[in-house]
């Protein structure tokens, strides 16, 4: 029973029952209190009679019924599936179908946004709404779908201890979307093992306590957002739940919650540094991480100034093994651009094209092996026997290993004292604002407008956003009264979420080829590549 997920909460629930757990403005719930929401929840989900391991969506912002929804789930043997609020319909409609999702957790509004999209989601069995008054009969019937919609209420009226006894440690807790290469996101799977593990990793090395009080500002969604609740949880901190319109709101909650720890991307620490902070952060700002992309130079000396009392944390990891490195606080100064070296549970190689251990200052690809190591995409055997493969024989002792190592796609270098260093991806995804963004995604959208006929999509090294997005396309319109730039932003909008919407289109006549007929990214790369450098 150790490395089960919902076990986190469970055992503080027995262990500090009054503790506050989750504070959402004027609202505070302690681990007892969410323990039992949690429970009955995993009632209504038992009622269901669902196979193990059944999929459960829940697309709703940060607030108590998202994570009630995560942990009921995982206390009746499903499966969670944290959907990025800033989707689109369609691309939501894509990961309900694609996991086979047997319940959605949302809002009315939500809903509305979805409800056309709903009826190819052939598994999806009920709807259950946050939001929705049981009087209210509006939203509860719709002829397109076979889905039963429910209150919040209804779902979890029946606070019934559920008792699963045969969860166990490697069954399925998560499955967590990324973007794909070939364009459509794809589903990290995570059993509980991986998760909890996880969690005690990060907290070992962030010296987490039962006396924190973790800012949670990142999308569940997002592996790096959900850690702030199981390292909470494992050590009985609290969770402050915050999902902000301005960066101006992060640091008035950082004040006025008197949080202890922080964790953003780089686009987050270079907006909040340009703003004025009041002096008493400082005193109880215990810890921030970094992960997503590199923290800018300029960026890192603000804080520093800023937070003199603040440990700051610089870390790299990917979904599909949760979080690989950080480097300690103490280092910072001395090696402010390193990734620093394998978290706690984790080995970290870098491997060259003849699959040896590279030497220091040779350029190789990052491997990361351990028990946080994911267990592959969802539904996609040859995505996942791209990227989990096992380790070359010359680096098992010669041991014959069935054990699979996930290889990065990140080229990386290390110095003789074995501190990593990014240099590049190694094949075309795009990161962005923390964010990996497919090229071919973008392409795809672009391609439905009636006005592009062709396009390119590239990430162009930007002094905030790590890599901004590019578009170079050709126009089915030739009218030099019409913006076309404007209007393909305009369209794409209503398409594609704001972490994924080109920063710049550039619109011509053709696009450049190379000797296979394919279009020539490297050189168009290469004509871009300094379009941001200030």
Request: net charge negative.
């Amino acid at each position: 029973m150790h490395y089960l997920l919902h076990s986190l909460l469970t055992n503080q629930a027995q262990k500090r029952p009054d503790k506050i757990a989750l504070e959402l403005k004027k609202d505070k719930l302690s681990y007892k209190q969410l323990d039992g929401y949690a429970s009955a929840f995993a009632s209504g989900y038992s009622k269901m009679q669902l196979p193990k391991g059944s999929r459960v969506g829940v697309f709703l912002p940060k607030q108590i019924e998202t994570v009630t929804a995560f942990f009921g789930t995982l206390k009746a043997g499903g499966c969670i599936v944290p959907i990025n609020p800033v989707l689109k319909p369609a691309q939501i409609q894509h990961i309900l179908c694609d996991c086979d999702i047997s319940i959605l957790v949302t809002s009315q509004a939500r809903l509305k946004q979805l409800i056309s999209h709903l009826p190819a989601c052939k598994t999806l069995q009920k709807i259950v709404v946050t939001d929705l008054d049981d009087l209210d009969s509006e939203n509860k019937n719709d002829d397109t779908l076979t889905a039963e919609i429910v209150s919040w209420h209804t779902f979890t009226k029946d606070s019934t201890p559920v008792e699963i006894d045969n969860i166990i440690e490697s069954d399925l807790a998560a499955i967590f979307y990324t973007s794909g290469s070939t364009g459509k996101p794809k589903g990290v799977v995570l059993t509980h093992h991986n998760m909890y593990v996880g969690a005690e990793s990060v907290a070992k090395y962030l010296n987490n306590s039962e006396n924190d009080r973790i800012l949670a500002v990142l999308p569940f969604s997002f592996d790096y957002g959900f850690s702030q609740l199981t390292t909470a949880m494992l050590k009985g901190a609290t969770v402050i739940l915050l999902d902000y319109l301005l960066p101006k709101d992060v640091v008035k909650a950082l004040e006025k919650t008197q949080a202890t720890g922080l964790a953003g991307v780089p686009p987050l620490w270079m907006q909040i540094t340009k703003l004025a902070w009041p002096e008493t952060i400082k005193n109880h700002l215990r810890y921030i991480t970094n992960s997503g992309g590199a923290m800018p130079q300029s960026t890192l000396a603000l804080l520093q100034d800023k937070l003199p009392n603040t440990d700051i944390y610089l870390m790299y990891g990917l979904t599909e093994a949760f979080r690989s490195t950080y480097l300690p606080p103490e280092q910072v100064n001395i090696r402010p651009t390193s990734m620093g070296k394998a978290i706690p549970n984790a080995e970290i190689f870098v491997i060259n094209s003849n699959n040896e251990e590279c030497k220091p200052g040779e350029e190789g690809e990052l491997v990361h092996r351990g028990p946080l190591v994911a267990q592959g995409y969802w539904n996609d055997p040859e995505k996942t026997a791209q990227r989990y493969k096992p380790l070359p024989p010359s680096l098992t002792d010669g041991r014959t290993v069935t054990e699979l190592a996930v290889w990065s796609g990140d080229a990386v270098t290390k110095d003789e004292e074995g501190y990593l260093y990014f240099v590049s991806r190694t094949d075309e995804m795009i990161k962005t604002s923390g964010y990996r963004v497919s090229p071919t995604e973008i392409e795809e959208s672009l391609l439905q407008l009636s006005i592009i006929s062709e396009a390119v999509a590239m990430g162009i090294p930007h002094p905030e956003l790590g890599q901004a997005i590019v578009v170079v396309a050709t126009s089915t319109t030739i009218n030099n009264d019409v913006n076309l730039e404007q209007e393909v932003i305009s369209a794409l909008k209503k398409q594609l979420p704001p972490y994924m919407l080109p920063q710049e289109i550039f619109i011509r006549e053709n696009l450049p080829r190379n000797a296979n007929g394919k279009f020539d990214r490297k050189q168009l790369y290469i004509e871009f590549e300094n379009t941001f450098k200030q």
